[in-house]
């Protein structure tokens, strides 16, 4: 069987990213997100790790992964966007309220606080985008409204309601959660937070997808030479374009070659770029990759994945699966990595392309190539993760340690 694996060759690959998208996604952009970044608790940079053993397998120059596990407590690269996004926008309000600039600096003053008590925030979530937003709206003193849908586990509801949000389950998939939050929010006047957007809709989409560029100056920070290639899975796309725009962005030409993961169960992304433009695909069996279980890709995120990806694939359910278990029993000299299920998404996009060497020798993937991925979560379903790995998260790390 052939890899899925589609090269852009859209119109608009390589073109530059739409004069909005670029401001939402510069290096300006970007100071601004880690000067908020700095107001938080456990703001300390993710570790980025260097997995020599597992790049030597693979027969690559290099292997890094950033690993998001540890991102402000909340286990997921996630933290970065709808809290950012949610303090941005007390911010405008209360410019607007007062009628001048309130700077980030101020943002946790008791005046833009008290503005922030009187707003409510509500959105969808698979779990991380939710938790994120509750953390924020916690911290400054607003109200938090979180749909879930049917298949979000109790433990990922918990994980939300411990930052008193309030919780609202909705029957049916993402989407329908999406639409709902949506439905209700226009009826209550509550300011929609999503992490994915639509016609009409894409100022605080936007506003999540900067959040998420302090991860890629956290990386390019720490490494010697920017990567050659980048996998980067997929949900509603949101995570992707940020990384791949923002990288764009500061690195211009450098740029690296990049691909778009999608899980073979809910390939929004892949189908999408097969299409040229964005498409609702149907919903089939549940992914085990569950926070990429998206059937509709965000628009904002198409319209720069389609100018700055290099290509979309799609993974199987048992390579996400022999990451996880993979990256928990490493290589020779490796660290062990705890990756929650879609956490490991991209490096499963990585080793499939590694096994299909006509594909792998196509985009480069050989001893030259310098290849970064991003672990997005940690363990944070800690009983799913047990189940499938075997051992609890703490006891993988402590290992490591040991
Ligand atoms: C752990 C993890 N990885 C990746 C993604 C994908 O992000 P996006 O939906 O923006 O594509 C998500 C989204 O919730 C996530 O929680």
Known sequence: MTTPYLPNTL???????????????????????????????????????ALPGLARELGLKSLHLKDEGFRLGLGSFKALGGAYALMILVQEEARRRHGRTVAVEDLLSDEVRAVAKGMTFACATDGNHGRSVAQGAQLMGARAVIFVHAGVSEGRIGAIAQFGAEIVRVAGNYDDSVAEAARVSAE??????????????????????????????????????????????????????????????????????????????????????????????DESQSTIMAMLECYEPSLVAFRILERVADGFMTVDEDIAIEVMRRLANPSAGDPA??????????????????????????????????????????????????????RSAQAVLKEYVA
């Open 337 to 390: 990595v705890v990756a929650g299920e879609s956490g490991g998404a991209g490096l499963a996009g990585l080793l499939t392309v590694v096994r299909d060497p006509a594909l792998a020798a196509e985009i480069g993937i050989g001893p030259e190539a310098r290849v970064l991925v991003i672990n997005t979560e940690g363990a944070t379903d800690p009983a799913l993760y047990e189940q499938i790995v075997g």
């Open 188 to 281: 209550h006047d509550w300011t929609v937070l999503s992490d994915t957007s639509w016609p009409g809709y894409e100022h605080i989409p936007g506003l999540v997808g900067q959040g998420y560029t302090a991860m890629v100056r956290e990386i390019l920070n720490d490494l010697e030479e920017p990567p050659t290639h980048v996998f980067l899975q997929a949900g509603v796309g949101g995570f992707a374009a940020a990384v791949a725009g923002h990288l764009a962005m500061v690195l211009g030409e450098k740029r690296p070659h990049v691909t778009v993961v999608d899980p073979a169960r809910a390939a929004c992304l892949y189908e999408s770029a097969k299409r040229g433009k964005p498409v609702k695909v």
């Open 11 to 49: 119109v608009t690959h390589g073109q530059p990213l739409t004069p909005r998208d670029a401001e939402t996604l510069s290096s300006e952009a970007a100071d601004r997100v880690v000067k908020v970044l700095a107001l938080r608790e456990n703001s300390a940079a993710t570790p980025l790790r």
